[in-house]
Nanobody
Framework: QVHLVESGGGLVQAGGSLRLSCAAS????????MGWFRQAPGKEREFAAA????????LYADSVKGRFTISRDNAKNTVYLQMNSLKPEDTAVYFC???????????????WGQGTQVTVSS
């Protein structure tokens, strides 16, 4: 079992930055990959970024590449999503999740957090 808690969401103006955190407890954090997904109102959940168990491999959706950076600190059992140059279309609930490897399909993720709201005003 893994328990995930996201934090760091909020309201920011377009062009601004936020850093999301996802704290994990339970199974050894350093043994699994982590991903960030997001879901806007009325839309399906979509992949944003993923990172391997040791941080050596990352994957980004085209929509966030160059603006978002995923990282992790296994000593703190935490994964981060640094979001820069935010746009109104980045508005969504952001979720972190665990996986066996770096995947972009949500079906490959097993444990999920409850999400944190990010709102970007124009």
């Amino acid at each position: 079992q893994v328990h995930l808690v996201e934090s760091g969401g909020g309201l920011v103006q377009a062009g601004g930055s936020l850093r999301l955190s996802c704290a994990a407890s339970g199974r050894t954090f350093g043994t699994y990959a982590m991903g960030w997904f997001r879901q806007a109102p009325g839309k399906e959940r979509e992949f944003a970024a993923a990172i391997s168990w040791n941080g050596g491999s990352t994957l980004y959706a085209d929509s966030v590449k160059g603006r978002f950076t995923i990282s992790r600190d296994n000593a703190k059992n935490t994964v981060y999503l640094q979001m820069n140059s935010l746009k109104p279309e980045d508005t969504a609930v952001y979720f972190c999740a665990t996986s066996r490897n770096v995947y972009s399909n949500s079906n490959d993720y097993d444990y999920w957090g409850q999400g944190t709201q990010v709102t970007v005003s124009s």
